[in-house]
């Protein structure tokens, strides 16, 4: 296959524009979250994305069937926003605000993400590693 159409198929797969938009506003949230909010002390933490975040948001854009599934990290709020999570939501979980995927409780970035159409973000904990299970047992209930 010539160069030029492997290029033009990959290139076919994606919606490249919609792809910068979410990046671009991923590390807009994250530069409000690390040079107002948690200046000001309106967040406890804040776990910036960037550097994750275009693999996720190339990922998420793959993920459109009702058994997708993706396990999260409290780097992954791109793969969220790509998926579907409101800018509002996005806010609302590091603030502490009910509404979040959170809905207040944790460190605000713990998330999930059930949908009714195409993929799911399964809820996580904050435990290190503790995505492995839930992740497997969909998987299993898959197949």
């Known amino acids: 296959m010539p160069q030029s159409s492997l290029f033009e198929d990959i290139d076919s797969e994606f919606d490249?524009?919609?792809?910068a938009y979410t990046l671009l506003l991923s590390r807009a949230i994250d530069?409000?979250?690390e040079h107002e909010l948690l200046?000001?002390?309106?967040i406890m933490y804040q776990f910036s994305a960037r550097g994750h975040d275009f693999a996720q948001i190339v990922l998420g854009s793959l993920l459109s069937h009702k058994h997708d599934a993706a396990s999260a990290y409290y780097r992954?709020?791109?793969l969220l926003l790509t998926l579907g999570l409101a800018v509002s939501?996005?806010?609302a979980g590091p603030?502490?605000?009910s509404g979040g995927f959170s809905d207040g409780r944790d460190i605000g970035v713990v998330c999930n993400l059930p949908l009714a159409c195409g993929a799911v973000v399964l809820p996580m904990s904050?435990?290190?590693g503790s995505q492995y299970t839930p992740t497997a047992g969909w998987a299993q209930a898959v197949r």
């Open 126 to 128: 904050g435990d290190v």
């Open 76 to 78: 992954s709020r791109p």
């Open 39 to 42: 200046p000001q002390k309106k």
């Open 31 to 33: 530069s409000i979250e």
């Open 95 to 97: 603030l502490g605000k």
């Open 16 to 19: 490249w524009k919609k792809i």
């Open 89 to 91: 939501d996005a806010f």
